[in-house]
């Protein structure tokens, strides 16, 4: 057994993120209220006193993708210059979303915006007014800033994993800081803190799943949303994260996230058809547009002098920031593991605009059709129904029969299954990457073990809640988001350590180039008869007064004004100093340097 620790794991990390996981879970079951209160009153400190922070590094990791999108870097490959994507555009942008954002836009697309409506940080509520911002807002923590969160954390794995050869952990992306202090105590910090955030976080958003399928079961069926049956609802979906992850990637997690994704679009489009159609085209454009005019200002907005709204702010986007942040090394680390081969540029613009454009398209149809009916009755049952319900609520009022009404939300239901499992899967991954001291391709053993680990945890919490009145999951969750805070110093660590990486990037830069004038000048300055030597440009001639051949095809002098392969553009001068150039029928090497 210690053979097999030392060899197919990281003893460091491994030990401590169980011990850890042990210690909270064991708090959690013995005394759940006094978990709540020591993550609330530490949650609440950090909001009050580094909230800040959150608003100030979140805009800035998205200006620093953008800018970097746009840079000469983004030509740069995460692997060798000539490596290719591992997998296809639409099967990698299923496994991103799915990931990233699915489940939490199916749980909160409707609740989320009826919340912002009904009690806006600023100004009255239940006006027009109020129905746009409530989008604007929700646009605003579904939007661009988390996805930049989780690039900029993938970014840096996958560079340094993957062109520079470094295991895939947190830790890698520290090494121009840290140096070989990566592989000790600074570095193992780092990589169990990415255990804590991923492991719980997992746990406490499976058990809320459980709870939002039972409901969607009770308001169907009638079925009591008890704990025993969101207990068996948990066990359900680990048994299909399970199979999931034991598949690997390509034949589970690949797979499970395409039929997920063609789910929830089909239920998408089934709203988008039976809900107010015109009025969603048209309200899609104007969110988008609202959403890119107010997003600089509302970026690093603060609400000096207002307490109410700072309240607001902090219980909703300072809980996202850190919640997003506290999940980054798990996105972060899943969208590096299946980024492999593509440029910078293409892995920014395809994991920040396209999974955000989507996001929009799916917030504005489910939360445009909540708030419609909401601003036609007040009195609409949406006004009162819970974010486990709202969903279900929206889905039983649209002008369809009651068996059409019935499917989309037994569709709904498996949608958010899919969702919890593909996460789930997805997450059990990159802990087991992380504990396993960055094997990519970890063993089947420990991948049973940490996808087990997250269903026990959930159910254990849930049921201990259960017993003793208080919500033991909700405490595990906001203490995983405590994470958050020293993370985000991590993240910005990453971010000055990539940038100093990148710029020993050499690049080979194209010129035109022009012939020296030197051979044909000493060839008319020597008489006849005898031999000449050039050596003009990289060309040799030896015959009397004989024209100097021109650079054979493909010897890399000739095609002057030929652009290089695009592939070329990150490749270093190094790669490209040794240059054959057949002359005379005789094969010779030049040297090349900038």
């Keep these: 057994m210690i053979r097999y620790f030392r060899e197919h794991t990281s003893p460091p990390v491994f030990i401590s993120s169980a011990l850890i996981a042990l210690a909270l879970v064991l708090w959690g079951v013995l005394s759940a209220s006094s978990l709540s209160t020591a993550a609330s009153a530490v949650n609440s400190f950090i909001v009050t006193n580094f909230g800040w922070l959150y608003i100030f590094s979140a805009s800035g990791f998205l200006i620093f993708v953008i800018v970097l999108m746009a840079s000469r870097y983004g030509r740069i490959r995460l692997g060798p210059a000539d490596s290719k994507p591992e997998y296809g555009t639409m099967s990698w942008f299923a496994m991103l979303f799915t990931a990233g954002m699915g489940i939490g836009l199916v749980y909160y697309a409707v609740s989320e915006p009826v919340s912002y409506f009904q009690e806006p940080p600023v100004g009255a509520g239940g006006t027009p007014e109020a129905a746009q911002n409530a989008m604007f807002l929700t646009f605003f923590h579904w939007g661009l800033h988390p996805w930049a969160i989780y690039i900029a954390l993938g970014l840096a794995l996958g560079y340094f994993a993957f062109r520079k050869g470094l295991p895939l952990r947190p830790a890698s992306a520290l090494y121009p800081l840290l140096g070989e202090r990566i592989n000790r105590w600074p570095g193992f910090l780092v990589d169990v803190l990415a255990v804590f955030g991923t492991l719980f976080g997992l746990a406490t958003s499976l058990g809320l799943g459980a709870q939002q399928v039972g409901a969607g079961l009770e308001t169907l069926f009638g079925i009591s949303n008890s704990t025993p049956l969101q207990i068996t609802l948990i066990l359900g979906i680990t048994a299909i994260a399970v199979a999931s992850v034991m598949l690997g990637i390509d034949k589970g997690i690949r797979n499970l996230s395409l039929i997920n994704l063609w789910l929830a679009f089909a239920l998408m489009v089934f709203v988008f058809a039976f809900g107010p159609t015109r009025d969603l085209l048209n309200t899609t454009v104007s969110n988008v547009g609202n959403y890119l005019q107010n997003l600089p200002a509302q970026s690093f907005q603060t609400y000096p002098g207002d307490p109410a709204a700072q309240e607001w702010q902090a219980s909703w986007t300072l809980f996202y920031w850190g919640w997003w942040i506290s999940w980054s090394p798990f996105v972060g680390m899943f969208l590096a593991r299946i980024s492999y081969g593509r440029t910078i540029r293409s892995f920014i613009a395809g994991a920040l605009f396209a999974p955000v454009g989507a996001s929009m398209v799916w917030l504005t149809i489910?939360?445009?059709?909540?708030?419609?009916?909401?601003?036609?009755?007040?009195?609409?049952?949406?006004?009162?129904?819970?974010?486990?319900?709202?969903?279900?609520?929206?889905?039983?009022?649209?002008?369809?029969?009651?068996?059409?009404?019935?499917?989309?939300?037994?569709?709904?239901?498996?949608?958010?299954?899919?969702?919890f499992a593909t996460s789930s899967d997805s997450g059990s991954l990159v802990v087991d990457i992380l504990t396993n001291g960055g094997d990519p391709n970890p063993r089947w053993q420990q991948r049973l073990f940490w996808a087990v680990m997250e269903g026990v945890i959930a159910a254990v919490l849930l049921a201990a809640g259960a017993a003793s009145g208080a919500d033991a999951l909700s405490a595990l969750q906001t203490a995983s988001i405590l994470a958050g805070l020293p993370f985000c110093l991590v993240l910005i660590a990453m971010c000055v350590g990539f940038l100093k990486a990148l710029s020993t990037e050499r690049f080979v830069v194209r010129m035109r180039t022009e012939a020296s004038p030197m051979p044909g000048l000493r060839a008319a300055a020597r008489p006849a008869g005898s031999v000449l030597t050039a050596t003009g440009n990289g060309r040799h001639a030896q015959e009397d007064g004989a024209d100097l051949e021109e650079p054979a095809e493909g010897s890399g002098l000739a095609?002057?004004?030929?652009?290089?392969?695009?592939?070329l553009g990150e490749t270093t001068v190094a790669e490209l100093s040794q240059v054959p150039v057949s002359v005379g029928g005789r094969s010779t090497t030049v040297n090349r340097t900038e």
Excluded at 385 to 414: C, E, H, N
Excluded at 559 to 567: G, I, K, M, W
């Design 559 to 567: 095609d002057a004004d030929e652009e290089l392969d695009p592939s």
């Design 366 to 419: 489910f939360g445009e059709s909540a708030l419609n009916l909401l601003e036609q009755n007040p009195a609409n049952p949406l006004a009162e129904a819970s974010t486990d319900t709202g969903m279900f609520v929206l889905l039983q009022q649209l002008p369809v029969g009651a068996i059409a009404s019935v499917l989309a939300s037994a569709v709904a239901i498996i949608v958010v299954v899919l969702f």
